[in-house]
């Protein structure tokens, strides 16, 4: 630890502690609005394109992919970056058939949607599944993350206390400016990561001459292929393919934490250009992190885990300066993600269960206890993350909760939006029979009884939910679907989308082709 630490210079420090005062003096002045419930949840819906994929995009790219996907592209290989092509893909279709209803129906929270097409129950199932991802993955995963490395470069730091004070310092900036501070700040984190990225990437790919016959003689075929094999322990080609669409629809469109932006969109075309910034922005990944994980894996073979890739690249080859402009882009990954978290639950809590119960409630008041709620998720955040380091990777942890949890959610809505038959409760009971097959199967697997891939897992999952939903369907008491509105019409997103829409569709066919 010491003598990573030793390689920071004056530079390097100045420059991490300039980012956190422009981070301070943005949220500063966004706080002066003393936002009210709309402003402190969805930023008064007042948030155009721009601002909407580059926080999409920054709220993603956490610390818990910088250190992520790079060691598990040194473990296993690029197969890591389906994950995020994929999330385009899924962003694109959020664009034309998700983001117009919501923005349509004029929706606070993703739950609302289940509230309106089935009851309450489904509502507060949703919300308090969400809570708890938020609360367990997303937040606490990006405080140990960042914890992680910042203690490889700062001697004498421990988990526990780092996690805690990053945890208090976007906690404070988050529950006094809202989603307005979280969405801004975002912008110029998404900022700082890409130049961060591009500049290591650069750095990394120096090391073979920008020769990418060289890279190809480094590193095993096998490790500079997208689609693997159905054993591939990684990532086989029946988990991207039936896996991988359920977890990003769960991510990128019921996920509160990163659906807000979306919500908060000033109309449904800024909603949806939005969201397809954010999709072109998920191919960088492959090129800025993930290939050069799997670089990593002939520069270094004496790591114990892959977790430690990414502040291994930064200490063996960042100049004075660089070190900085990476570790300021750790430190906006890490803000942008527990900000995103932490207001998103804060939103969940207030609007989904404290106002149904207390709808005498002003404005005003809402938003003071969303305020407090922000701050309590911040220290169960806090107290949690070092936790994580008892599991044996980072990326594992996050994936396999999120494979095990969501797919009985994705098939619920799927089930409610597709069918106008279906009750809701059969959508009930069928979503929790989903979660106590998840449970089965996720216990098989500890136990060896199984080795299904999680990825088909959550495919199988989410098949399964969705049959289990139809057939209680046929013999639940389904008088309610009487009340069920008819399909609405929604805004089509304009030419411009629409185009853009291919050329993003385009570029991911011949990046997967290339890397096949």
């Known amino acids: 630890m010491t003598d990573n630490a030793s390689q920071l210079?004056?530079?390097?420090?100045?420059?991490?502690?300039?980012?956190?005062?422009?981070?301070i003096w943005l949220c500063a002045r966004v706080s002066r609005r003393s936002p009210d419930t709309d402003e402190l949840f969805l930023a008064g819906r007042s948030l155009g394109p721009v601002v909407i994929g580059l926080s999409l995009f920054a709220s993603n790219i956490s610390s818990t992919t910088l250190i992520g996907l790079p060691g598990a592209a040194w473990e296993y290989g690029i197969s890591v970056a389906n994950y995020?092509?994929?999330?385009?893909?899924?962003?694109?279709?959020?664009?034309?058939?998700?983001?117009?209803?919501?923005?349509?129906?004029?929706?606070?929270?993703?739950p609302e949607v289940l509230e309106r097409r089935f009851d309450p129950r489904l509502r507060k199932y949703l919300s308090g599944t969400s809570l708890f991802l938020s609360v367990v993955l997303d937040t606490a995963g990006s405080l140990y993350a960042g914890a992680l490395v910042l203690m490889l470069f700062i001697p004498g730091l421990s988990l526990g206390p780092t996690c805690a004070a990053m945890a208090i310092f976007a906690g404070i900036y988050t529950a006094a400016g809202g989603l307005r501070a979280v969405a801004y700040t975002d912008v110029l984190q998404a900022v700082v990561l890409l130049i961060g990225s591009a500049l290591l990437s650069g750095i990394v790919f120096a090391q073979f001459d920008f020769d990418w016959s060289q890279i190809t003689a480094a590193v095993s075929a096998e490790h500079m292929s997208l689609i693997r094999p159905l054993d591939d322990p990684a990532l086989p080609w029946l988990g991207t393919l039936i896996g991988l669409p359920v977890l990003g629809f769960?991510?990128?469109?019921?996920?509160?934490?990163?659906?807000?932006?979306?919500?908060?969109?000033?109309?449904?075309?800024?909603?949806?250009?939005?969201?397809?910034?954010?999709?072109?922005?998920?191919?960088?990944?492959?090129?800025?992190?993930?290939?050069?994980?799997?670089?990593?894996?002939?520069?270094?073979?004496?790591?114990?885990?892959?977790?430690?890739?990414?502040?291994?690249?930064?200490?063996?080859?960042?100049?004075?300066?660089?070190?900085?402009?990476?570790?300021?882009?750790?430190?906006?990954?890490?803000?942008?993600?527990?900000?995103?978290?932490l207001n998103s639950a804060s939103t969940l809590v207030m609007v989904d269960f404290v106002k149904p119960k207390k709808p005498g409630l002003s404005p005003k008041q809402i938003a003071r206890y969303g305020r407090y709620t922000t701050l309590g998720l911040m220290i169960l955040a806090a107290i949690w993350a070092p936790a994580i380091d008892h599991f044996p990777g980072l990326f594992a942890y996050l994936q396999q909760a999120f494979a095990y949890v969501t797919p009985?959610?994705?098939?619920?809505?799927?089930?409610?939006?597709?069918?106008?038959?279906?009750?809701?409760?059969?959508?009930f009971w069928g979503?929790?029979?989903?979660?106590?097959?998840?449970?089965?199967?996720?216990?098989?697997?500890?136990?060896?009884?199984?080795?299904?891939h999680f990825t088909v897992v959550a495919g199988l999952l989410f098949a399964a939910t969705g049959v289990m939903i139809?057939?209680?369907?046929?013999?639940?008491?389904?008088?309610?679907?009487?009340?069920?509105?008819?399909?609405?019409?929604?805004?089509?997103?304009?030419?411009?989308?629409?185009i853009a829409a291919a050329v993003v569709v385009l570029a991911t066919m011949l990046v997967v082709g290339w890397f096949w």
């Open 9 to 23: 210079h004056t530079i390097d420090y100045t420059i991490v502690g300039c980012y956190a005062l422009i981070v």
């Open 84 to 110: 995020e092509w994929m999330a385009g893909l899924v962003l694109l279709f959020s664009a034309f058939f998700v983001a117009p209803m919501f923005i349509r129906r004029g929706i606070t929270t993703v």
């Open 250 to 341: 769960y991510y990128w469109t019921m996920n509160q934490y990163v659906a807000q932006r979306l919500l908060g969109a000033r109309s449904a075309d800024a909603a949806a250009k939005g969201a397809v910034l954010a999709a072109a922005l998920k191919l960088l990944p492959l090129f800025l992190m993930v290939l050069p994980g799997a670089m990593a894996a002939a520069l270094f073979t004496d790591l114990e885990r892959g977790d430690t890739v990414f502040p291994r690249l930064i200490s063996e080859y960042a100049p004075p300066g660089l070190a900085g402009i990476m570790l300021a882009g750790l430190m906006a990954a890490i803000m942008s993600s527990v900000d995103s978290a």
């Open 408 to 427: 009985p959610l994705v098939a619920v809505f799927a089930v409610g939006m597709v069918s106008r038959r279906v009750g809701a409760n059969a959508a």
């Open 431 to 452: 979503t929790a029979s989903g979660h106590l097959l998840a449970a089965a199967v996720f216990v098989a697997a500890q136990l060896g009884w199984h080795h299904i």
């Open 470 to 498: 139809l057939l209680l369907s046929q013999v639940l008491d389904n008088a309610d679907t009487a009340t069920i509105a008819k399909p609405e019409q929604l805004p089509r997103p304009s030419g411009s989308v629409t």
